[in-house]
């Protein structure tokens, strides 16, 4: 299995000078980590989890380049290829790309969530974007009720923001 530090080192150079989407990679990996190593991921699920929370955004910088904007839904479009390619350059198993890509294009789909990785995906994502949002307590509820599944990222989300 491949070591996720130069993947990191790599994400952070692709959005070099851009603070900000670094610190929310950053931050939906470590929860992520979390939240997988306590729900109890086998190691392959959770090293695809990492993996895919590492380059979950990369889609972003092509989308507003193509668009000028980036949607979730452009996001997802733009996101697999690059990621691919990253991941296929760093030699990480095929089937790791291939998954990895799947959840990188489908990150913004809330239905129809095919495996403990997706969902934890989501809900990693989902904590960091609540604060960077500055989300009120009504759309926090919102998205416990409707997103949060697992016992870690609903404890994590309620003791965080309610």
Same mark, same amino acid.
């Given at each position: 299995m491949n070591n996720n530090n130069e993947l990191l080192l790599k994400m952070i150079a692709?959005? *070099?000078?851009?603070?900000?989407r670094i610190q929310h990679f950053l931050k939906v990996?470590? @929860?992520?980590?979390?939240?997988? #190593?306590?729900?109890?991921?086998?190691?392959?699920t959770q090293h695809?989890?990492?993996?895919?929370?590492? !380059?979950?955004?990369?889609?972003?910088? %092509? *989308?507003?380049?193509? @668009?000028? /904007?980036c949607s979730g839904k452009l996001q997802e479009q733009e996101g697999p290829s690059p990621a691919g390619e990253l991941l296929?350059? =760093?030699?990480?198993?095929?089937? !790791?790309?291939?998954r990895v890509c799947y959840l990188v294009a489908h990150h913004h789909t809330y239905t129809n969530v095919d495996g403990l990785d997706y969902q934890i995906l =989501?809900?990693?994502? @989902? =904590? !960091? %974007? =609540?604060? #960077?949002?500055?989300? /009120?307590?009504?759309?926090?509820s919102h998205a416990l009720e409707h997103i949060f599944q697992t016992d870690t990222g609903i404890h994590i989300c309620k003791t965080m923001f309610l």
């Open positions: 692709y959005d *070099a000078k851009d603070p900000k990996y470590e @929860f992520a980590k979390i939240i997988g #190593e306590s729900e109890g991921l086998d190691a392959k695809i989890l990492e993996t895919a929370a590492i !380059v979950h955004d990369i889609g972003i910088k %092509n *989308a507003e380049a193509k @668009f000028g /904007n296929s350059s =760093l030699s990480y198993d095929p089937d !790791v790309i291939e =989501l809900e990693a994502d @989902f =904590l !960091v %974007n =609540l604060y #960077e949002d500055g989300a /009120n307590t009504s759309a926090i």
